[in-house]
């Protein structure tokens, strides 16, 4: 540097001297209009500052494992050791609160098979050094491709490799769902966090933040975090009396893996498996969702479909009537696919349920709180369920963290509140929505939609498309998201009224 110019760091450029912004901003006097830090319309003219400022991040933290410990520190109760409540305990923990959970079930585990791990959730896996805990485990899938039901003809293509890593700093997964559970465990557990199995909460007194369990023993803490599920007692505790459970839809999904070496015995079976993608045959009502797990080593499928008997019903029937019933709802389908589905040995049936907005996630008191499946069940077909649940988690140590003592604490977690709800409600609906962009019988409709999917197909521009994974407006929304920094919008726009 000559002539006494200064040599200006991202930093400076990003902030200007005036705290972490976004934008370069010149310093004005009062009565001036502020220029705004970030934009609340959709751009992504912004874009490059905020890389720039996460760059300027990563730099700054040497190590994942380094965390700036949050001022008020909270001694907090967490009631479910699912995806949900692992997460919250991980991101807790890490900005120094201290954290017991407790789990009903004697044995830690997940139910079903494969699970999506989409980037606006990887991203922050990874920030919390979960990424060793998968090694071996994680498929990285390069593409999804949707199929015609009839032939598994492609009609939609969305490039995962290289494009979401690029676009959205953090990589597209998918894994066995006990592979993933058990990586947060083993991560929980080297952070320190207390998990009780065989501990069923019974009872919760959410005026005193405390939680009796079925052997009598009661716990208080500074917060309760309910994070227990589709079935949730707490939520109709926090909802003040009234439960708002998640409804059914009519639909069903049977869930199964196939041994990939059966699926190489044959050319065009194995042909699916040639790169390590998610297919997604869509037809009449009905959809089947692929992609391989355990290191590449089983082929899991979802297989949805309408349903709109009782599902208490469902356990009285053999496994060959599962079976058989799976097996008839694709008759006709693309040969490739039946050939698959009768590779399937057994299968499970699951209700998919949908929840709506609820009006609150937190207690009259503020000491007791909804989170995950228990405060926004949704249909699996964004496969964003569980994301919902770690971006809750996320932001909710973040929303903690901007307190400054223990008197800010409400304000908090209203803003954590109002930041979710939008946002998981807004997932409940695209979910739903993919229902219906899906499930189009042939016809005009279906056409259309085929035709709007065509330029992914074909390698054309587009600026819209009926496939939500590619459409760039809601790409950029679903997986660009930043659950963190969502936050500390939320808060800047609140200490400005
Ligand atoms: C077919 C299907 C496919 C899906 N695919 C995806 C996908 O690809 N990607 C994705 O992100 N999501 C997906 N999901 C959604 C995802 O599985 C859920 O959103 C997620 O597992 C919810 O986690 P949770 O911790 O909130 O709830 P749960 O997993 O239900 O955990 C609740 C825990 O609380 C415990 N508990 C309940 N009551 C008590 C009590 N009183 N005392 C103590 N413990 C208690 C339970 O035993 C359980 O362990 C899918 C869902 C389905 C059905």
């Known amino acids: 540097m000559t002539g006494g110019q200064k040599e200006h760091t991202n930093s400076e450029v990003l902030t200007n001297g005036h705290g972490k912004s976004g ?4 310093s004005l006097q009062d009565g001036f209009i502020d220029i705004p830090e970030t934009a609340s319309y959709p ?13 300027e991040d990563k730099r700054a ?10 001022k008020v520190k909270l001694n907090i109760t967490i009631v479910g050791a699912g995806l949900g409540g692992l997460a919250a305990a991980i991101a807790l923990t890490r900005k120094g609160h201290k954290v017991t959970i407790f789990e009903q079930a004697p044995e830690l585990g997940e139910v079903g098979a494969g699970i999506q791990i989409p980037s606006n959730s990887s991203r922050l896996l990874i920030k919390w050094g979960l990424e060793p805990f998968l090694a071996g485990k994680i498929v990285k899938p390069h593409n999804i491709a949707f199929r015609r039901w009839e032939n598994g003809k492609a009609i939609g293509l969305t490039k995962l490799i290289p494009q979401f890593e690029r676009d959205f700093d953090a990589p597209y997964y998918v894994i066995h769902r006990a592979h993933f559970h058990d990586a947060m465990y083993r991560l929980a557990l080297k952070l320190g966090i207390d998990v009780k199995i ?15 369990l079925g052997n009598g023993e009661s716990y208080s803490a500074d917060l309760v975090i309910a994070s227990d599920g589709l079935k949730s007692v707490a939520r109709q505790i926090v909802l003040g009396g009234v439960d708002q459970a998640p409804r059914r839809t009519g639909f069903a999904a049977y869930r199964a893996t196939v041994d990939v070496e059966k699926m190489k015995a044959y050319p065009d079976t194995a042909e699916i498996l040639a790169k390590p993608n998610l297919n997604l045959w869509v037809g009449d009502l009905r959809h089947v969702m692929t992609y391989t ?12 479909h309408p349903d709109r008997s009782d599902p208490s019903t469902w356990n009285s029937q053999s496994p060959d009537k599962i079976l058989s019933g799976m097996r008839e709802h694709f008759n006709g389908w693309d040969p490739t696919l039946r050939k698959i589905i009768d590779m399937i040995d057994s299968t499970m049936k699951w209700p998919l349920m949908s929840g709506s907005t609820l009006k609150k996630w937190i207690s009259s008191s503020g000491r007791l709180l909804i989170m995950g499946d228990a405060a926004h069940a949704m249909v699996p077909y964004m496969s964003q369920g569980a994301a919902m649940a770690v971006e809750d988690a996320a932001a909710l140590a973040e929303a903690i963290h901007l307190a400054k003592n223990k008197s800010d604490l409400p304000q908090a977690l209203h803003v954590w509140e109002t930041v979710r709800r939008e946002r998981s409600g807004q997932m409940q609906e695209a979910s739903l929505i993919n229902g219906k962009l899906w499930h189009f019988a042939d016809g005009p409709l279906q056409q259309a939609r085929d035709e709007g999917m065509a330029p992914e197909v074909d390698g054309r521009d587009f600026v819209s498309s009926p496939n939500q994974w590619s459409d760039p407006t809601t790409q950029r929304w679903c997986y660009g998201y930043d659950a963190e920094a969502e936050i500390r919008k939320a808060f800047s726009r609140t200490s400005k009224l």
Do not use: H
């Open 61 to 70: 933290s040497t190590s994942v494992d380094a965390e700036e410990p949050s």
């Open 43 to 55: 751009t992504g003219s912004l874009d490059f500052l905020a890389k720039l400022q996460k760059q």
């Open 293 to 304: 797990i355990a290191g590449g080593k089983a082929f899991n499928m979802v297989l949805s």
């Open 23 to 26: 934008v370069a901003v010149p």
């Open 198 to 212: 065989n501990s069923r909460v019974n009872e919760y007194d959410e005026a005193s933040g405390s939680i009796t």
